[in-house]
Nanobody, 120 residues
Framework: QVQVMESGGGVAQAGGSLRLACVAS????????MRWYRQAPGKQRELVAS???????TYTDSVKGRFTISKNNRGNAIDLQMNSLKPEDTGVYYC??????????????WGQGTQVTVSS
């Protein structure tokens, strides 16, 4: 199956920065979109940012101007650059990848998550 792995989580002070990375691997024919979600304790999981194979990006309002999603130079991989971090950014960040796997089947796969903690 297609697997997704996140990395780069950690602890930062308010106003600091972290960079998350995500890679999808396995029998991939095509990745159509990759997304970052986050979930704080007791809260619903929310979509943070997404990027399509064509490079179109979207962001939730609370991170606009602070976070940047991008493709990196590794195949089927994305980054999330998080600047000007706030305590409310704290949570588990999950990567999601959607596309087509061999021979011609859809996939929608999730990573295990990486913890981001921002202290005030």
């Amino acid at each position: 199956q297609v697997q997704v792995m996140e990395s780069g989580g950690g602890v930062a002070q308010a106003g600091g920065s972290l960079r998350l990375a995500c890679v999808a691997s396995g029998p991939i024919v095509r990745v159509d979109v990759m997304r970052w979600y986050r979930q704080a304790p007791g809260k619903q999981r929310e979509l943070v940012a997404s990027i399509t194979s064509g490079g179109r990006t979207t962001y939730t309002d609370s991170v606009k101007g602070r976070f940047t999603i991008s493709k990196n130079n590794r195949g089927n991989a994305i980054d999330l650059q998080m600047n000007s971090l706030k305590p409310e950014d704290t949570g588990v960040y999950y990567c999601n990848a959607e596309g087509v796997k061999v021979p011609i089947l859809p996939f929608n796969s999730w990573g295990q998550g990486t913890q981001v903690t921002v202290s005030s």
